[in-house]
């Protein structure tokens, strides 16, 4: 008779279950132009460990679900695209 081995499985990092949402605006051209992009968090505060290692000029905005909304586009319009 063979014995069977049971694994245990051993947990080493623990997250809080909440799942999130985020949308990168983004634009460029045929050229290979591109101007940097607007990141959109879930959230009422913006978590600075979230920018860490950032491409150069991106932005952030924070909105209640992680969508883009009339005043985040007009502020990436504004902003970056002119």
Same mark, same amino acid.
């Given at each position: 008779? $063979? $014995?069977?081995?049971? !694994?245990? %499985? %051993? !947990?080493? #990092?623990r997250a809080s279950g909440k799942k999130g949402q !985020? #949308?990168?605006m983004a634009c460029g051209n045929?050229? =290979?132009q591109a101007i940097p992009p607007m990141v959109i968090f879930d959230a009422k505060k913006l978590n600075?460990?979230?920018t860490a290692n950032k491409v150069p000029g991106t932005k952030? =905005?924070?909105?209640?679900k992680g969508w883009i909304n009339t005043d985040l586009f007009e502020g990436w319009l504004v902003e970056l695209f002119f």
């Open positions: 008779m $063979l $014995l069977q081995q049971e !694994v245990q %499985k %051993k !947990v080493t #990092n !985020v #949308n990168i045929a050229a =290979g600075h460990a979230w952030y =905005g924070l909105s209640n």
